[in-house]
């Protein structure tokens, strides 16, 4: 019987995750679309593709999300843990998209694992949590705005005497390379995440051993998120190739280099899972930085890190309330 669960929970984990891609489509292509470095539709089908590669090629950030956040009971127990997990990740995501606020959809996911597991009898890993997830999220947005500073000055040095007009063009043609990566980098971070969420439904559903993540699972999670981001998320996009900062293709350029470097960097060096939002719109702040402080709208960057503060706990929340009121019909 415990099957049943266990698949309704996948295909959930699934819908998660093309939330996921439609919500955070615009952290690889808003910066090339808001610089006409690529038509929106092309952005589009870039992303999907790096993001379906990206998903491929490596599951280490998988095993820390499914065995590293929480300890949870196996069988239906467990298995409402996960469900409840996925529902609180999905409510806020859909909450912030309707805003238009770049919110992480990795770290509802991880608010919603917490939040449940507080109100089960589930273990918290509170060292893993802070050592994978909260030590990250701290430092990850801080260095993707140190390195688009820097990067930017660098650009700026080198290219002083370059003629503007022809300085763009080039760095339009370059913008499709540095979105492929940062596309490449969200489905190497950001599917990595569903993919630990399944196996740990797996694993308490009694029809997994170990954290070892099936190919099935690889390419199911992969092509979820191929087709979330190929949806699209026009208005996330909005605000975070426009009203942050007014971008051109050189700053677009270092922004989507300087947030793919810190991805690449933290999924196969260090095994955690962090956020692409927070990583690019940080790189965004960096590179705007360097044109002058007020150009940077922090009353825009404000509302988005206020968004980022309350993601954990209020996935959390949604999460603990649903389980608890399904804990009570339930058992």
Known sequence: MELLPVIAIIVIALAFDYTNGFHDAANAIATSVSTRALTPRAALILAAVANLAGALLGTDVAKTVGEGIVSAPSGGEGLLLVFCALFGAIVWNLITWYFGLPSSSSHALIGGLVGAALSSDAIVKWAGVVDKVV?????????????????????????????????????????????????????????????????????VG??????????????????????????????????LGRRIIHLDPPRGFAAETAAAAVLYTTAYVFHV???????????????????????????????????????????????????????????
């Not at 700026?156 to 490449?184: E, I, N, V």
């Not at 990583?279 to 940077?296: D, H, P």
């Not at 980022?308 to 804990?327: C, F, K, N, R, Y």
Request: proline letters at 4%; hydrophobic letters at 55%.
């Open 135 to 203: 030590i990250p999220m701290v430092l990850s947005p801080i260095v993707g705005f140190g390195l688009g500073y820097l990067l930017m000055l660098a650009i700026l040095w080198t290219f002083r005497r370059a003629h503007p007009a022809k300085m763009s063009r080039g760095f339009r043609y370059a913008q499709t390379a540095s979105a492929a990566a940062m596309a490449l980098g969200h489905g190497l971070q950001d599917a990595q995440k569903t993919m630990g969420v399944i196996v740990l439904a797996l694993v």
């Open 206 to 239: 009694g029809h997994h051993t170990g954290f070892e993540v099936p190919l099935w699972v690889i390419l199911a999670v992969a092509l979820a998120l191929a087709a979330g981001t190929y949806a699209g998320g026009w208005r996330i996009m909005r605000t």
């Open 273 to 331: 899972p962090i956020s692409t939002t927070h990583t690019i719109t940080s790189s965004v702040m960096g590179v705007g930085a360097t044109k002058r402080l007020s150009a940077v709208r922090w009353g825009v960057a404000t509302n988005i890190v206020t968004a980022w503060v309350l993601t954990i706990p209020a996935a959390a929340l949604v999460a603990a309330a649903l389980e608890s009121i399904l804990h009570a019909l339930m058992f």
